[in-house]
């Protein structure tokens, strides 16, 4: 998930809501490049 909502009641809503993570914007790419590339490595752990 991706969004502009920062609090910490904002994220945790976000992970009930079944987000897989949760990116407060502004973000550099290279962390949205790096995260995605994790996923794989979450998928099967």
């Known amino acids: 998930m991706i969004t502009g909502r920062g609090a910490a009641?904002?994220?945790?809503?976000?992970?009930?809501?079944?987000?897989?993570?949760?990116?407060?914007?502004?973000?550099?790419?290279?962390?949205l490049i790096d995260r995605v590339h994790a996923l794989p490595a979450r998928r099967h752990s």
């Open 9 to 31: 009641a904002d994220a945790e809503l976000g992970y009930l809501a079944g987000a897989d993570d949760y990116m407060i914007k502004p973000f550099r790419p290279q962390q």
